[in-house]
């Protein structure tokens, strides 16, 4: 029905997280109709994007600096170290402003399944990092997945012999959320992380 370059570009589309074949068409429909004010300046802004972003050499994150712009930074304390799961979740952490050490991305979580293993991970650096002396306290910001918590526990057991203090994000209610709401799955966990008034 269409031209091959609208249906690439369908296609292209329709791999984006959030976007099936349908969305992917009308998002098309969309670049197409506005193609001098929003497609061709989508085109050059992805073209530079993938000229000039890069991993951090040293934690993982993405930016146009090697290291990291968060790792320049003389006002973060370098002896705290958040380890998350991928870039998104670095990012998440960052649009709160309430983090103000340093992190270490994964690149993913420990998976069976998938066959993801600890080698296919940035686990061996995160040791290196951590045995280099410079880190005073470990958070490990896996998600609350099975996936997440086998990666926590593989990291604990990694990081057990460095004698570096390992901790844990909390999980259970959110605040401003109704306990009516909840899965029993959260409601366990938060009954289990209770602390004192």
Known sequence: MNGPEIERLIALLGRLPG????????????LLKKRE???????????????AIRACSVCGN?????????CRDPERDAGLLCVVEDVGDLWAMERGKIFGGRYHVLGGSLSALDGIGPDELNI????????SGNVREV????????????????LAERLSALEVPLTRLAHGVP??????WLDEGTLATALRARRAL
């Open 62 to 70: 993405l930016d146009t600096v090697d290291p990291c712009s968060i």
């Open 19 to 30: 976007l099936g074949p349908r969305s992917a068409r009308r998002a098309a429909l969309h």
């Open 37 to 51: 004010t929003l497609m061709q300046p989508l085109g050059a802004a992805l073209a530079d994007a993938a000229r």
């Open 124 to 131: 061996a650096s995160l040791v290196t990092r951590v045995a």
């Open 139 to 154: 958070i490990v910001a896996t998600n609350a997945t099975v996936d997440g918590q086998t990666t926590a526990h593989y």
């Open 175 to 180: 605040v401003g959320g109704e306990l009516d």
